[in-house]
């Protein structure tokens, strides 16, 4: 399916929450999907982030173009995760880790659970700048225990990528963004500040949230995101809802503001891109995994 992306903006601090997609693939994928199209340009650089359980393989081989493809596996996660792409790599990343496939001008991928497994995680696609979009491939892999966590009171939030309250991860990615896997109960007092030019896309992974920006309070249920667009450098701040710890998940990227054409794992800047990277795989030029 072809989606043509014309940025657009919405005006108010906050679009209504958004509710996942139900997604089931075969018998070992399920989860929850969102969409660009459902935020009114506000998701920018994120294209879609798909939250799923994955116990077998599902995909196999596929082609990535113009995006940055990112797995993010959350704690809970059991097993081994089998990771293999066309820049030769192959080995497992493990609960809690972070890999990021910049797939530039082509890569391709496969992941698989190990026999016995279950993947908890989020699926990421970063949109690239135009400049960036025919740059050679790359990769990023970044464990558990390189992780900055940041814990206060009736919180708990591991910095996966990017900067949040001083502390900053040692690994840097191709386009900026800023990834908090945190858990946080009524008590809470986890405040992030949105970086200047930057989205932010906040989701309630398991209970409800409440997070505060602008001097307004919104509320996310199990299952719901929003985002937060033309932030201007603002702080919001991530409570729980009850005395157990609620888990959520925020996304905080550099927005592009470039319009831009999707057509599954590919995004580009036309149609005429797309079309020259479709005849590129086909004729095996976007390489080949180990």
Not at 15 to 43: C, N
Not at 145 to 166: A, F, H, I, Q
Not at 180 to 187: C, M, P, T, V
Not at 188 to 212: K, L, M
């Amino acid at each position: 399916m072809t989606h043509q992306m014309a940025q657009q903006h919405y005006t108010g601090p906050a679009p209504a929450p958004v509710i996942g997609k139900p997604l089931k693939v075969g018998s070992g994928f399920t989860g929850l999907g969102f969409r660009h199209s459902q935020f009114f340009g506000t998701m920018d650089p994120i294209i879609m982030v798909d939250h799923y359980t994955m116990t077998e393989s599902t995909f196999g081989a596929h082609p990535h173009a113009g995006i940055s493809a990112v797995s993010v596996l959350f704690e809970d996660t059991e097993g081994q995760f089998n990771n293999r792409d066309s820049l030769g790599n192959d080995f497992d990343i493990q609960a809690g880790d972070l890999y990021w496939l910049n797939a530039g001008r082509g890569a391709i991928h496969d992941e698989a659970p190990r026999d016995g497994a279950r993947i908890h995680g989020l699926q990421i696609f970063v949109n690239l700048p135009a400049r960036l979009k025919y740059d050679a491939p790359s990769s990023l892999h970044v464990k558990r225990e390189d992780m900055p966590t940041l814990r206060g009171k009736g919180y708990r939030v591991r910095l996966v990528l990017g900067e949040s309250n001083g502390a900053a991860s040692a690994a840097r990615s191709v386009w900026p963004v800023t990834i908090l896997d945190g858990y946080a109960d009524h008590s809470s007092v986890f405040e992030h500040p949105i970086q200047a030019g930057f989205n932010a896309w906040i989701y309630a992974v398991e209970g409800d949230i409440e997070y505060q920006v602008h001097g307004e309070r919104f509320r996310l249920r199990k299952g719901e995101s929003s985002t937060i667009a033309k932030a201007d450098g603002a702080v919001v701040a991530v409570r729980g809802t009850s005395a157990s710890r609620s888990h959520f998940a925020m996304l905080c990227g550099e927005a592009i503001n470039e319009t831009f054409v999707q057509q599954g794992p590919f995004a580009m800047s036309t149609q005429r891109d797309i079309d020259a990277v479709v005849a590129r795989y086909q004729a095996g030029d976007l390489g080949q995994l180990g």
